[in-house]
């Protein structure tokens, strides 16, 4: 079963704006941190950015001041909100739950050019 689920990803060109959703399934998201990570061709995946059930948030330095991790209870979706790209930024984007439910979504790809 698909317990998470990403879109959202495509195309965009450096300054510009994308916003990722994750629709989870089959966990109590009110209670469950999530977060999201990337990874690009021959590197280490990499934590973008978590937020705990009560609405911390935390954010790679890379990413601090442009994405912007959310999340809606009530539609068991969390969100990633990016700024300003920059072509680094491109990677596949999973979304993962962090407990009491572990799991990872299936990835969407997110490409920034030039």
């Known amino acids: 079963q698909e317990h998470l689920v990403e879109s959202g990803g495509g195309l965009a060109q450096a300054g510009g704006s994308l916003r990722l959703s994750c629709a989870a399934t089959?966990?109590?998201?009110?209670?469950?941190?999530m977060g999201w990570h990337r990874q690009a061709p021959g590197k280490q995946r990499e934590l973008v950015a978590i937020i705990s059930s009560g609405g911390t948030t935390t954010y790679a330095d890379s990413v601090k001041g442009r994405f912007t991790i959310s999340r809606d209870n009530a539609k068991n979706t969390v969100y990633l909100q990016m700024n300003s790209l920059k072509p680094e930024d491109t990677a596949v984007y999973y979304c993962?739950?962090?407990?009491?439910?572990?799991?990872w979504g299936q990835g969407t790809q997110v490409t920034v050019s030039s």
């Open positions: 089959g966990m109590i998201f009110s209670i469950t941190g």
């Open positions: 993962n739950s962090r407990g009491p439910y572990y799991y």
